[in-house]
């Protein structure tokens, strides 16, 4: 409350100029007639119709969405049940290694888990034959592996906040430990979950590195594509799609505001 | 929330969970004789996931059967995910760094051959490890990982703490839209945001446009491809991970406590530095370890927005891997990051945590 | 005439000549549209322990805090020792507060919390430290210096923060429910303690509490407050015996209340006619006239219960006994009356009474017409 008058204000609306310039400039180019992208040309939505056109970008977004809703999944179910393993069950053996590889994903550079995962596929295929070759399976193994972390971060400390009596009226009432989970814990740490998946989901959208890793021929992700063209310099189509994805984002954002406002007015 | 009635009741399960099995295994035998018409790439997910659910299913009829906590189940299948997909990726890493560069599929040499006597000769050497050491190009790339980590984290620190103090201190409504404004480009590609600074960087990117047209400037200011782009670079794609821990402990500060102080004859300044500041400090090294963590790996910002001479380890070992193809090397440069980089952050983060609940 | 030195001839306030050490004058404090404080005067005496006692959101904390410095008046001034506190800040100002959630800094020891406010002063970290644990002897927590607040208990804490806001010696301390954390058998102990304290160091205290018995123990003069006006001002006795207002007879202790209309003037007693209790003999009140509608309160203890009619008196009433509860020194039963009004009364358990008057008796209730207190407002 104390640094009073201009400092903070100014400071502060500074930084979200900072934040924000990069991607007001990233839309308004998209919608230049020049080929250079920082020179205004006049409007126009040629880029637009190009980036359709493109179908090699196309392609690599379809395969990120697949990979992003698989791994997301896959993510959450595998740190939903690290969660409730690690806050619900006493000490039992092991749990000291699964907390350590819970955690540790969340401070392994991107490089280290990339080419790690890339040296385990190659060392299955040439022992045991599987998985033939690297692909979309593989991009979906790595991504929910690093994800999963997330999520589990996510449901651990809802779950730490959550009112055990819940769980034990529950058993009181005479439902066993599974009935329990499902009537009770996972409803109510649900929301968590929601935010969890969409984190994970998001993740592997953006992920270039563990892709470029372990990905194979004809499972090029959208930020792989994305990356080999702007290696080459900046490209009109790729602002075009940057405000493509700016525009979801915001709607689902405002979607999801509208959500939870509900969901607060229902409780 | 209601409770799920599809959820079978307790003396049902074991018949629905059969018929689940059947359908599961089914559909996985269906998709490995290829009686279902799927894109490969997509029929390969879709078996590992029945094959995991059959697993995990048949577990459970198995562990009923013998009479075994389930619990046990619980555990076993994040625990061994995490293994395979996680653990054993190190082993092979350790392996690989130790093996020798060969022109073959796949391009290392494998750990024992047999000789032409039938004898076991195991292929293992330091080699790769002495020319980490030998190679200045190395070490630099270490060092100035730390260094680049380092500044980008204090610059985001001395940026970010102003706007997560403004943010904590803003009345309700306006406090909530401006987290929001702070998280927002988060969802947003961070390949893209970091290629937007290609637009205002470059020589005739909006900065220098701006600077030109405004006579500030009469030559375009060189700012691509050097270190202060890969500053830049990081301060702006990390930021909202230095914001969001401080603004969380900041917003709990008790103002009484800053009332006392001020009670007690402390200027607002004095306050800051003897309540604010040291009471945020959990908050700052949070938010500086959520910086320098990515940071020091980084390979992204480096490629795109450093020069030729931006030395930056995660840059190295990815040029070792793509471009040399030379993946022992590559294997020791990423063991030697983690036992330089990896198991101290593990290390101090642990002792963080047991300091936590007082 | 010389007058002795006892303590009921230390009280200022009761000359109208003794200036004022603290002056409240027209003070009025709103936010947005709401009014927290509304045009209230009051002057505080040097080494006054003055109690600020309301319900929440009456106002008190909000007057505890302008006197602070941490809001700033709408409307009015706020004189401390002659001065006008208008343009000194929170950190200026020769006031320290003690805060009801204590507000000890956590990162430092109990110390360095003590000493925080001396070395803002420019003092050396020697003698501070001296200083702090002076006053920490004096709250008996010496053995607590190197601590951290969270080690401490909740008295403890509380007794840290007491010598923090103490260390300084301000001109006048500000108490926000000082004891308001604290079980009940520690803040009966603390109470005392408190006062002990006020005593030696001569400082003028002001305390805002909810608490009225913890009000009527501390304070010299008590100011009840509700809605941001303060009702009356007076001594703790003063505010129990002689209410000046229905709601403050009501707020202070238990009352029975009865509404009637003033019967025609009589010399020494006048009459007041109610519903509940006939006609009920009163001491005479000036400035009021036949008709006028008044209201009468009656303290529970000041009415006796008996079996059978008490003899000389006029002022009885019969009832019916339907509940009674047991508290030790003391039972309190409720009584309705023939027309159907409940009262509650008190009895003193002073004797170990052999049969007490129980569930279902018809008893005779009556009382002094000294006791009653006719209210006009």
Known sequence: ?267 | MSAPDAVPSASHAPLYRRLFLIAVVALALALRFDLLTLEAQTAGTLTLILWTTALALIALEASDALGISRRWLVIALPMLWLFVFFLVPFLVLGRISIAESMIARPPYSPLWERGSDGSLEIIASLDNYRFLLSDALYRNAYLSSFRVAAISTIFALLIGYPLAYYIARAPEPRRSILLLLVILPFWTSFLLRVYAWIGFLRRDGVINNILTWAGVIDEPLVMMQTDLAVYIGIVYTYLPFMILPLYANLVKLDGALLEAAGDLGASPMVTFLTITLPLSLPGIVAGSMLVFIPAIGEYVIPALLGGPDTLMIGRVLWDEFFASRDWPVASAVAIVMLVLVVLPIMWLQSVQNREVPK | MTTPAIAADTRPWRDADAPPFISIRNITKKFGDATAVDDVSLDIYRGELFCLLGGSGCGKSTLLRMLAGFETPTKGQILIDGQDMATVSADKRPTNMMFQSYALFPHMSVERNVAYGLLREGMSKAEARARALEMLQMVNLEAFARRKPHQLSGGQRQRVALARALVKKPKLLLLDEPLGALDKKLREKTQFELIRIQESLGVTFIVVTHDQDEAMTLATRIGVMSDGVIQQVGEPREIYETPTSRFVADFIGSVNMFEGTVGPAAPDLMRVETADLGAVAVPPVSGLTQGQTVYLALRPERITLTRSAPEGRNDVVRGLVLDMGYVGHLSTYRVRLENGRMITVTQSNRLRDEDPISWDEHIYASWNPAAVRVLTQ
Not at chain 1, 51 to 71: E, F, I, N
Not at chain 1, 137 to 142: E, F, N, S, Y
Not at chain 1, 156 to 161: A, K, V
Not at chain 1, 175 to 187: N, Q, S
């Open chain 1, 1 to 267: 409350m104390n640094l009073r008058g201009y400092f903070l204000p100014v400071v502060a609306t500074l930084g979200f100029v900072f934040l924000y310039a990069p991607i007001v400039s990233l839309v308004v180019f998209s919608f230049n007639e020049s080929r250079l992208v920082t020179v205004w040309g006049g409007f126009s939505t040629r880029w637009y119709g190009e980036l359709l056109r493109d179908g090699q970008m196309l392609s690599a977004a379809w395969v990120s969405l697949k990979v992003a809703t698989l791994s997301a999944t896959l993510a959450t179910v595998i740190g939903t049940l690290a969660a409730f393993t690690l806050t619900r069950f006493a000490r039992f053996r092991g749990k000291l290694l699964l907390t350590g590889m819970v955690t540790a994903p969340l401070v392994m550079p991107e490089v280290i888990t990339g080419l790690s995962l890339l040296l385990l596929f190659v060392t299955m295929e040439n022992m045991l034959g599987w998985p033939a070759g690297r692909g979309l399976t593989t991009v979906v193994i790595a991504h929910a592996t690093f994800c999963a972390a997330y999520v589990t971060v996510i449901a651990q400390s809802r779950l730490r906040d959550m009112d055990e009596s819940l769980e034990e009226a529950a058993r009181d009432l005479g439902a066993g430990p599974v009935r329990v989970f499902f009537d009770i814990t996972l409803p109510v740490i649900t929301p968590a979950l929601i935010s969890g998946w969409l984190l994970a989901f998001t993740l592997s959208l953006d992920d270039l590195v563990v892709a470029s890793f372990v990905s194979g021929p004809g499972a090029s992700t959208l930020p792989m594509v994305i990356f080999s063209k702007v290696r080459l310099g900046v490209s009109p189509d790729v602002n075009a799609l940057a405000t493509i994805i700016i525009v979801i984002v915001a709607i689902a954002v405002t979607i999801a505001g509208l959500l939870l406002r509900r969901q607060h007015k229902k409780y």
